[in-house]
């Protein structure tokens, strides 16, 4: 099926056909904007489906948060920024949690574009206004562009390299978009010969922060701040400690409190962010109902340790609810870039020796499942052997990718679960010993009598019975994996930035759809970010991501790459595939009210409200 824009109006949905490549002047007129298929709206439409709209505002909600903090801005080059700052802006329009790559007026109330997606002129709301009652300009926008471009991490300049944006006047800023390049690198251009333009850029500049230029001239933007900034969203910070706590208001004139896209949302008066040491001392801090809300990602503590007076008088609701989310690549992460890892066969080996089935067993309650897929729960997930489709997209790097790819299907290691693992350890003795490394007096050592040792880097307690669970399973075949646990956020941020680890517990975020952000998670050309997490460089992953950020509107071929990247992912073995676990398991205040429906892809505590 033709993918295609559609324009929506706050009363009206309507298909508007787009014009044809070429006829560059044709103007479409958009109050919302899809990159794929029809979005959920239809009809005369006020607020989100799953949001009340009649939710009474008032009361607070207390979270906790982990480790420490030490300034509010969460784009500056280093620290670690607040929890809660991603209520300090706005962007041009709104992503919901309903719905993948689909945006909503916010700051913009409607959007034109030629057929090419040349350009794209952004029409401000002429209400809108940042927290100190400022009108938002043009000039707001195409400032906080700079801000990003100049100051702000180097994957963006990268990904906006030719990116023209202006101010037309103080209601309209265009964004002039460069011609893509195809995964040769190569212009690309349509079956007439015209330019083709990224029409996914336009997704990702419409969601883009946008920073009152009355607050941020003359700062420096890619340091921490550590005073609460001026912003233009619907919280402000009302009172904090450095590390210890932050406190954030709800806006009372927010200008776009009544706008669809957040009528019945942002009901809480006040949002508190408690910080403790770990996770151990959180949880007893929320059984002692210090704080409102918890995501339990414990499986001892959600099978022992909701018990006691607080839940039995029905103070706290505990609560799983079953979802369809992609899950993420929860793992143990190779540092790629460690000489020892960087051979694929020893990062298969060591796969062997990772007993899930015992540990489900034993430490997991048998609660979970194990991962095997980088777009695990989701359409993309491959299964089986890649169909001619996948096989022809994979042809210009077959030379490149695992001959595994093509002859079987990817399924991590499996055991009997009786902690019994000598038939899967041979498996992975006989692939350390290709690699050169041989079994002697019980110590596994290269040809120069080096030992195979390794750090595994923790910051997560709950994550040490596991991690001793696969140290023993190590030792018994002669190798030495030291555990290093670290519960100062600022170390392990640190020692992520430099790629300081050799083996961490880790991962890569769930995707719903393949898309063109895997580019700073997987190709090389970002390999400085902290998202690539393996340090991966591999030729045929840069071509299968450029790939996906060229295919963003064609939705067959979007499955044929995901499926193909998931196999060429999964079969070079950067991360031990720890488990996932298609629910939420939460634990709340029963003060609390939530609308009947929830969102597909998230709880959204946004829409929930205190009863009255």
């Known amino acids: 099926m033709r993918k ?62 982990i480790g420490t903090y030490d300034n509010f801005h969460r784009y500056a080059l280093r620290g670690i920024s607040a929890e809660g700052t991603a209520y300090f802006y706005d962007t041009l329009m709104q992503a919901t949690k309903d719905e993948v790559d689909v945006l909503y007026p916010l700051i913009a109330e409607r959007v034109e574009y030629p057929g090419s997606y040349a350009y794209f002129i952004f029409h401000l709301n002429p209400r809108a206004k940042n927290q100190k009652g400022e009108a938002i300009t043009a000039h707001d926008v195409v400032f906080s562009f700079s801000l990003f471009y100049e100051k702000g991490v180097p994957q963006f300049r990268a990904k906006y390299k030719d990116v023209v944006v202006e101010a037309l006047d103080d209601r309209r800023v265009r964004y002039t978009i460069p011609q893509k390049f195809d995964e040769f690198g190569k212009p690309a251009v349509d079956t007439r010969g015209n330019p083709v333009h990224d029409k996914d850029m336009m997704i990702s500049l419409a969601t883009l922060p946008v920073m009152p230029a009355s607050f941020w001239e003359g700062r420096n933007f890619s340091e921490p701040l550590i005073e609460p900034p001026e912003g233009t969203g619907p919280y402000r910070v009302k ?77 706290v609701v505990r ?7 992609a899950q993420p690549m929860r793992a143990f992460v190779f540092n790629t870039e460690r000489t020892l890892f960087s051979d694929r066969r020893i990062r298969a080996a060591l796969q062997y020796f990772f007993d899930f089935e015992w540990m489900n067993k034993q430490l997991l309650y048998s609660t979970y499942k194990r991962t095997r897929s980088y777009f695990q729960n989701t359409e993309y997930e491959a299964h089986e052997l890649p169909d001619a489709d996948e096989r022809a997209a994979l042809a210009p790097v077959r030379d490149k990718i695992p001959a595994e790819v093509f002859t079987a299907e990817y399924n991590p290691p499996v055991t009997s679960g009786d902690g019994y693992i000598r038939a899967q350890a041979r498996e992975g003795l006989k ?14 050592v290269n040809k120069k009598g080096e030992r195979f040792s390794f750090e595994l880097l923790l910051y997560n307690v709950d994550m040490e019975r596991i991690a001793v669970a696969y140290q023993r ?20 941020s ?47 992953i840069d071509y ?7 295919a963003q509107e064609d939705e067959n071929r979007l499955l044929v790459l995901g499926r193909a990247l998931d196999r060429v992912l999964t079969w070079n073995f950067y991360v031990i595939p720890l488990w996932n676990l298609s629910a939420f398991r939460i634990a709340y205040s029963s003060k609390f009210m939530m609308p009947s429906e929830r969102p597909r892809y998230d709880l959204d505590t946004d829409t929930w409200w205190v009863k009255q």
Request: with cysteine.
């Open 319 to 325: 609560e799983e609810i079953p979802n369809q989310l």
């Open 473 to 492: 399973n190590l030792a018994r075949y002669g190798i030495d994996m030291r555990i290093r646990l670290i519960v100062d956020t600022t170390q392990v």
């Open 239 to 315: 009172e904090y400690k450095i590390g210890h706590y932050v406190v954030y208001e709800r806006v009372k004139d927010y200008w776009a409190a009544d706008l669809p896209v957040n009528k019945g949302r942002y009901n809480f008066d006040f949002v508190r962010f408690d910080y403790y040491r770990d996770s151990n001392v959180a949880f007893e801090a929320f059984k002692s109902g210090e704080y409102d809300f918890r995501f339990e990602t414990s499986p001892k503590n959600w099978a022992t340790g909701y018990t006691g007076a607080v839940f039995d008088s029905g103070r």
């Open 494 to 540: 640190n020692r992520l930035q430099n790629r300081d680890f050799d083996m961490i517990v880790s991962g890569y975020y769930a995707n719903q759809t393949p898309s063109s952000s895997l580019m700073i998670v997987w190709h090389s050309k970002h390999i400085d970010s902290t998202w690539n997490t393996a340090g991966v460089r591999d030729p045929a």
């Open 544 to 550: 299968l991501t450029q790939a996906i950020a060229d």
């Open 431 to 444: 692939l350390l010993r290709d690699a050169g490394w041989e079994l002697k007096n019980g110590v596994l």
């Open 4 to 65: 295609i824009f559609i324009l929506c109006c706050f009363a009206v949905c309507t298909p508007l056909v787009l014009a044809q490549e070429g006829r560059a002047q044709n103007l479409q007129s958009s109050t919302f904007l899809a990159l794929r298929g029809e979005p959920l709206c239809s009809g005369a439409w006020t607020h989100l489906r799953y949001a009340n709209p009649d939710a009474p505002k008032g009361g607070s909600m207390i979270l906790a948060a």
